[in-house]
């Protein structure tokens, strides 16, 4: 069942606690080809996708992302990588720009999980170096971000989040 645009929108959360259950190889790809479609900077598409499966490494990346263990439930672990080429056409971004591409890129990918009814949460809290270590991502690549994915283990986790309201977030114009 294709779920409707704007129900992923709202109805993607944060899960902190997943069901052991794999990941079918159906819905793996379909995310995965979420991500490699959404846009960078002169498509350049400067990420990678590390999958991790293996319980012992999971473990050790919820270990890394300041103690959060929950993150090692789930049945595959997204270390989602940017290569920071340099990209300095007068944009204020410069090196960090990978950044940015990658988040598009990751941005993609939870929400196409959701899509498939599975979890996602997007983790900014990790210990990049440590990370590159035990996962051999070379030099001039980085974490821009970590995820779990899963299979949500509350049946009522898809719920919309609190927001503020479109007059708090929007003007036209000019600023106010
Ligand atoms: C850049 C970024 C970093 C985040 N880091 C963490 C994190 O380290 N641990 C965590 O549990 N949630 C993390 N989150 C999830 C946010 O807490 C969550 O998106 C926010 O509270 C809104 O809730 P929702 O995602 O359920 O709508 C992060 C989200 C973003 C966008």
Known sequence: MVMEFYDVIKTRRSVRSYKPNAVP?????????????????????????LLVKSPELRKKIATLCGGQHWIAEAPIVVVACGSDIKYDRGGYMGEMSFLIDSAIGLTHLILAARAEGLGTCWIGLF?????????????????????????PKDPKWAQPGKRKEISEIVSVDQWS
């Open 25 to 49: 190889e159906e819905a793996l790809s379909r995310v995965l080809d979420a991500a490699r479609f959404a846009p960078s900077g002169s498509n350049r598409q400067p990420w990678k996708y």
């Open 127 to 151: 210990d990049n170096e440590s990370i590159k270590e035990i996962l051999d991502i070379p030099t001039g690549w980085n974490v821009a971000a970590v995820t779990p994915l899963g299979y």
